[in-house]
């Protein structure tokens, strides 16, 4: 049974606000009422599925490299804070076992973004479903992910779950319509669309499939453009900075 999305679901937390996938962060958006965030998830050396956006551990940690080549027990003692602002550096990068035991003793959903790293997309989701079986976490999930064999593979592994690809661009209709009979194939239920592609025919498009439609920028989006897509369809956006969207979220 599908569940639907909430209008905003928070961006690694709150992205804008406080340093992005961390739990700091994510307590952040649920103290502003958001009910949903959205995580990346990644594994170590050792196969525990933490939060990373990026390839490597540079930009919003202070370590360096592909996260592959680290057991957990040595990227837990890294900085992941100090990158946003020096009040912060005592954060480090969690695992997707605290995130989801928090949660569910929040009640927030999460959106679970797999984020693999290169060559260990099925070792990356094994791990994630592994977690997920051997606990009983009761908070709403789904996962998503722009890497095909990703969300197949956790689909067929977890076929209960909720499912939705990302798609970063589109270049003439025929895309999207090969996108939605392939997400028709493999009972998918949201598409999430980078907001410089969205359009009222993208929209209807993904309606008529019967798809839930989220959406993403690398900017924060204005209340006006966010009103503009929720008018013509758009379920959810991923918001990093909702001070602005008070009323919504009362």
Request: aromatic share 12%; charged share 20%; glycine share 6%.
């Amino acid at each position: 049974m599908v569940f639907n999305l909430p209008k905003l679901i928070g961006h690694r937390g709150v992205k804008d606000l406080s340093p992005e996938n961390t739990l700091y962060s994510i307590n952040q958006a649920i103290q502003l009422n958001l009910k949903w965030i959205e995580i990346d998830v990644k594994i170590s050396k050792d196969h525990i599925p933490f939060l990373l956006h990026d390839d490597n551990l540079d930009r919003t940690t202070s370590g360096s490299g592909n996260p592959i080549k680290y057991k957990y027990k040595d990227i837990l003692k890294l900085d992941a804070g100090s990158w946003f602002g020096s009040r912060y550096k005592n954060l480090y990068p969690p695992t997707l076992h605290e995130v989801l035991n928090f949660c569910s003793q929040q009640n927030i959903g999460v959106n679970i973004e797999l984020k693999p790293n290169k060559g260990f997309e099925k070792e990356n989701v094994e791990a994630v479903v592994k977690l997920i079986k051997n606990f009983n976490f009761s908070c709403e999930q789904y996962f998503s992910s722009f890497d095909w064999p990703s969300v197949i593979l956790i689909k067929k592994l977890l076929p209960k779950s909720h499912v939705g690809i990302l798609i970063e661009s589109l270049n003439k209709k025929n895309d999207i319509i090969k996108i939605l009979n392939k997400c028709k194939k493999y009972n998918f239920f949201s598409c999430g669309l980078n907001a410089k592609f969205v359009s009222i025919e993208v929209v209807e498009l993904c309606k008529n499939y019967g798809m839930q439609i989220t959406v993403y920028s690398s900017e924060n989006f204005k209340i006006i453009d966010a009103n503009n897509l929720w008018n013509i369809g758009v379920d959810s956006i991923f918001i990093g900075n909702p001070l602005n969207y008070r009323n919504i979220l009362k």
